[in-house]
């Protein structure tokens, strides 16, 4: 099956920091679309981006669109491009690259009508506007076909060793119900060589924002060993996942 624009690696590269819809199979087959929810994290003064709440993959349907726009022998894939404003509401939609614009203005029209965002969050923990990207794919399945693109390629550096942090109780976080309401909060963070952390992005919310920038602040004070690639030399990684965990 092809693919038409943005070709494939774009669209892995577009996925690697992104919440990737579950890939499903198809029972019955048809017109099928699959949601994915793409992060931006090109402003380098937030810790956590304008992001879709959880059930995004819900928000369009085969009906949303013309029958047209459904191509048996290609998959196709387009981008819109959404503000999300501090109050989490959303301000603006947009098409990206060659998203056709009746296309786009289907999608646009129902996630403004289904849609639910979070607003993005900067380091001293306040509120911004921010920009958040669904990839949409539309394809026709036959019965027993997975939806969605396929799987990303392995990033680079992946037969590098991981970064190890020297101090593991800056991952036990207090419990405290006012700002630590998920149990199980997580982030990437930036390694540069000297085991520095450089910059710090929210994965998984602590589900407030003064508990999300309280991760963020104690990634600031972490030291790790770095990462290291085959040769044993010492280099930066980009996109570490650290995991914590809340005291019961």
Same mark, same amino acid.
């Given at each position: 099956?092809?693919?038409?624009?943005?070709?494939?690696?774009?669209?892995? @590269?577009?996925?690697?920091?992104?919440?990737?819809?579950?890939?499903?199979?198809?029972? !019955?087959?048809? *017109?099928?679309? !699959?949601?994915?929810? +793409?992060?931006?994290?090109?402003?380098?003064?937030?810790? $956590?981006?304008?992001?879709? =709440? *959880?059930?995004?993959?819900?928000?369009? %349907?085969?009906?949303?669109?013309?029958?047209?726009?459904?191509?048996?022998?290609? +998959?196709?894939?387009?981008?819109?491009?959404?503000?999300?404003?501090?109050? @989490?509401?959303? !301000?603006?939609? =947009?098409?990206?690259?060659? %998203?056709?614009?009746?296309? @786009? @203005? $289907?999608?646009?029209?129902?996630?403004?009508?289904?849609?639910?965002?979070?607003?993005? +969050?900067?380091?001293?923990?306040?509120?911004?506007?921010?920009?958040?990207? +669904?990839?949409?794919?539309?394809?026709?399945?036959?019965?027993?076909?997975?939806?969605?693109?396929? *799987?990303?390629?392995?990033?680079?550096?992946?037969?590098?060793t991981k970064p190890v942090i020297r101090d593991l109780k800056l991952l036990l976080l207090p419990a405290d119900g006012k700002r630590f309401t998920e149990l199980a909060p997580s982030l990437w963070a930036d390694i540069d060589a000297k085991g520095r952390v450089?910059?710090?992005?929210?994965?998984?919310?602590?589900?407030?924002?003064?508990?999300?920038?309280?991760?963020?602040?104690?990634?600031?004070?972490?030291?790790?060993?770095?990462?290291?690639?085959?040769?044993?030399?010492?280099? *930066?990684?980009?996109?570490?996942?650290? !995991?914590?965990?809340?005291? =019961?």
């Amino acid at each position: 099956m092809r693919i038409v624009a943005p070709s494939l690696m774009a669209a892995a @590269a577009l996925l690697s920091f992104g919440n990737g819809a579950s890939a499903q199979q198809s029972a !019955t087959g048809g *017109p099928t679309v !699959t949601i994915y929810a +793409l992060d931006d994290y090109g402003d380098s003064t937030v810790i $956590r981006p304008a992001r879709a =709440q *959880p059930g995004y993959q819900e928000w369009l %349907t085969p009906a949303d669109f013309p029958a047209e726009a459904f191509d048996p022998e290609r +998959l196709r894939y387009y981008r819109i491009r959404l503000v999300v404003g501090p109050d @989490a509401s959303v !301000t603006d939609c =947009q098409p990206i690259g060659e %998203t056709p614009a009746e296309i @786009a @203005a $289907r999608a646009c029209e129902a996630v403004l009508t289904r849609g639910r965002f979070v607003h993005a +969050l900067d380091s001293s923990g306040a509120a911004k506007s921010g920009t958040h990207t +669904l990839g949409i794919v539309l394809q026709v399945l036959k019965p027993g076909d997975w939806a969605g693109l396929s *799987p990303a390629p392995p990033p680079l550096g992946w037969r590098n060793t991981k970064p190890v942090i020297r101090d593991l109780k800056l991952l036990l976080l207090p419990a405290d119900g006012k700002r630590f309401t998920e149990l199980a909060p997580s982030l990437w963070a930036d390694i540069d060589a000297k085991g520095r952390v450089t910059r710090c992005r929210i994965r998984f919310s602590t589900g407030t924002d003064a508990g999300d920038a309280e991760l963020c602040r104690r990634m600031a004070k972490a030291k790790f060993d770095p990462a290291r690639d085959p040769a044993g030399n010492k280099v *930066p990684m980009q996109g570490f996942y650290v !995991t914590f965990s809340v005291a =019961q």
